[in-house]
């Protein structure tokens, strides 16, 4: 009797640990649409129309999108959509960026192949405020 109920704990605790993932996902989406609304709103348009660049919106301490897929040469541009708080960008081998301050940006063009992890200097411990930038060949 004990020998089931410990495997019914176990299949319970492995649905709620499958579960999670999805509601985080769900949530980051959420976060991400409305940065997207918030871009919308302060530059006029889309960031998917940002002219030669490719945008990364910076709120509620996520990077949005999280991870992107850039061929060598894009310029990204990371633009602070929140409302009090500024962030900031560290790439590998290169120095913290400026603080972006509400509807500021920091940008940055990839010129060496392969996978750049980037995170916000002040938020990058305590929030998880971590990025992904793959950088592929033309």
Not at 110 to 117: N, P, S, Y
Request: glycine fraction near 6%.
């Amino acid at each position: 009797m004990k020998r089931s109920v410990h495997a019914l704990a176990l299949s319970s605790a492995a649905v709620l640990c499958t579960a999670f993932p999805v509601l985080a996902d769900d949530k980051i989406d959420e976060i991400c649409a409305e940065a997207e609304e918030r871009y919308a709103e302060i530059f006029g348009a889309p960031s998917s129309e940002a002219d030669g660049v490719t945008i990364v919106k910076m709120y509620k301490y996520n990077f949005c999108p999280g991870e992107l897929v850039v061929p060598v040469g894009t310029t990204v541009r990371w633009v602070n959509v929140d409302k009090r708080t500024s962030h900031s960008v560290i790439l590998p081998n290169e120095p913290e960026s400026d603080r972006a301050f509400p509807e500021e940006s920091v940008e940055f063009t990839f010129l060496t192949e392969g996978d750049q992890e980037y995170l916000c200097g002040p938020h990058w411990e305590t929030q998880k405020m971590i990025g992904m930038v793959t950088v592929t060949s033309k």
